[in-house]
């Protein structure tokens, strides 16, 4: 399967690229920029979201996205908007284009970030984005679902928590995953034959997960890293940082805390 990761220079690539490329060894992987741990034996083509000419070069003859492309954490509007919002729609359009089968969407936990923590959410709970990224994740999973019921993409949007060898707080205990559990859910997106539309968690083995990710298991997902495996490092790290009482109330943690001026009590639902 020829499968093309967007993305490609950026932190979540550089965790997933070395076992992604035992796996799919067509894998092309595109930037703006080189990545710099680049290796002779992998494919570079370089694109800019915005350029719909340029991405639709890239997936040419391509069965499989992973987009991983745009911007990573809360930015301004005008560098979301190029980004993440032109350039997703870039991709699902150059994706349809070139008869590309299915695409994985790397969503974020921060279309749901203001939930608070004590609630236990699925995939039918509405989104609520804690900032301009996290409606650009919102707009992902939409435009995602568009492509999938009007052309038949098969698309899979996963709301991924933290990546990282484990969690560095107590809000990553509960939504850390491991690389090696985030390519089995690529794995799943990519080849799954029941996958039409969907909304996966992207989180490990984590006993205080704030989502109900039944759908990832019920299509074979088996996480094998065990989040309170760190938890005393992760507690003793938490137990550093100063006291936020929104971040630590709400899922989305500083993201929600940031420009935050809502007069009203905390919601409670
Ligand atoms: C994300 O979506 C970001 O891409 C990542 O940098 C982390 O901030 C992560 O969420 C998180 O919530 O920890």
């Excluded at 495996?229 to 109330?249: T, V």
Aim: glycine fraction near 10%; charged fraction near 25%.
């Amino acid at each position: 399967m020829k499968v093309l990761m967007t993305g490609a220079a950026g932190g979540v690539a550089r965790m997933t690229r070395p076992m992604l490329r035992e796996l799919y060894p067509d894998l092309v992987l595109s930037d703006v920029k080189r990545p710099d741990d680049l290796r002779n034996d992998e494919t570079f083509a370089p694109a800019d979201l915005t350029d719909l000419a340029a991405v639709e070069a890239i997936t040419r003859g391509v069965e499989g996205v992973i987009h991983l492309g745009g911007v990573s954490i809360e930015r301004p509007w005008d560098e979301i908007l190029p980004a993440n919002i032109i350039g997703c729609h870039n991709l699902f359009e150059a994706a349809r284009r070139n008869g590309v089968k299915r695409v994985i969407f790397a969503s974020s936990n921060h279309a749901i970030g203001f939930y608070p923590r004590a609630r236990r959410i699925g995939t039918d709970n509405a989104v609520r984005p804690d900032g301009y990224y996290g409606v650009s994740k919102a707009f992902g999973e939409a435009i995602g679902a568009l492509y999938a019921y009007k052309h038949g993409m098969r698309v899979t949007s996963l709301r991924i928590g933290n990546v990282g060898d484990k969690p560095i707080d107590l809000r990553r205990l509960s939504i850390w995953i491991h690389p090696e559990d985030l390519v089995q859910l690529f794995v799943i997106g990519l080849e799954h034959p029941e996958v039409r539309c969907e909304i996966l968690y992207g989180l490990s083995n984590n006993a205080r997960g704030f989502w109900d990710n039944r759908r990832a298991l019920e299509l074979g997902y088996d996480p094998t890293h065990v989040a309170e495996h760190h938890r005393d490092e992760a507690l003793a790290a938490q137990a550093k940082l100063p006291p936020d009482p929104i971040g630590d109330w709400f899922q989305g943690g500083t993201f929600c805390a940031d420009g935050y001026d809502n007069k009203d009590e905390l919601p409670r639902t």
